[in-house]
């Protein structure tokens, strides 16, 4: 149990088009998803926090316009990052709040998004 | 704000020893959690360990320990009988009840054999 999928795996687009990554919570539903951003041979940083039925929270310095988050189900949470640029290409990966225990997350197996 | 330090960027164990890996945190919070994840080369992020700060018993799962701290803000991750397997990055993290969870910069481990 407490699966997260996310898809694509691996995706790569041309600069200045849009690239949507779905999350989502395969056994369990999450009010509540994390979008973390990862460079190579570094800390997961966080980018996002996606509440169910409202507007994502951002971390500073994180571009909401470009990294759109949208909440629309209890099982499905997507990151869209739009007018993509060579320096958007990284490692994206989600997370969902487990509904058992406290601060408690499922983590997907992460996008790699290269853009050309 | 959360602060969670790893200063041990990499590190390398013979296989079947111990290695024990070091954290630092830093909160005003007194309701707080505390993460030990792996990260294989799959990517994949696995909870290894997690440690809630008001029980003063230190976690332990299987071959994998903490030593935590508190007073020093100290959260060490005891790999017990290390195994090829182990290697991976280990990340070090902290968070508050029903927040977000804050990383460290992570340690490469390595495992010889």
């Known amino acids: 149990g407490a699966v997260v999928s996310q898809h694509p795996s691996w995706v790569i687009c041309k600069s200045g088009t849009s690239v949507k990554i779905e999350c989502r919570s395969l056994?369990?539903?999450?009010?509540?998803m994390f979008w973390y951003r990862q460079f190579p041979k570094q800390s997961l940083m966080l980018m996002a926090t996606?509440?169910?039925?409202?507007?994502?929270?951002?971390e500073q310095g994180v571009e909401k316009d470009k990294f759109l988050i949208n909440h629309a189900s209890l099982t499905l949470s997507t990151l869209t990052v739009t007018s993509a640029h060579p320096e958007d290409s990284s490692f994206y990966i989600c997370s969902a709040r487990s509904p058992f225990s406290y601060n408690e997350q499922f983590f997907g197996p992460g996008t790699r998004l290269t853009v050309l | 704000a959360q602060t969670v330090t790893q200063s041990q960027p990499e590190m390398s164990v013979q296989e079947a020893e111990t290695v024990t890996l070091s954290c630092t945190y830093d909160t005003s919070e007194s309701d707080y959690y505390l993460f030990w994840y792996k990260q294989p080369p799959s990517r994949q992020m696995i909870l290894v360990i997690r440690q809630e700060a008001y029980k003063q018993q230190n976690a332990t799962e299987n071959r994998f320990s903490v030593n935590f701290q508190k007073a020093a803000k100290s959260f060490s991750l005891k790999i017990s009988d290390s195994q090829l397997g182990d290697a991976a990055m280990y990340f070090c993290?902290?968070?508050?009840?029903?927040?977000?969870?804050?990383f460290g910069k992570g340690t490469r481990l390595h495992i010889l054999p």
């Open positions: 993290a902290a968070g508050n009840r029903d927040d977000k969870i804050i």
């Open positions: 056994d369990f539903q999450a009010t509540t």
């Open positions: 996606s509440n169910e039925g409202s507007k994502a929270t951002y």
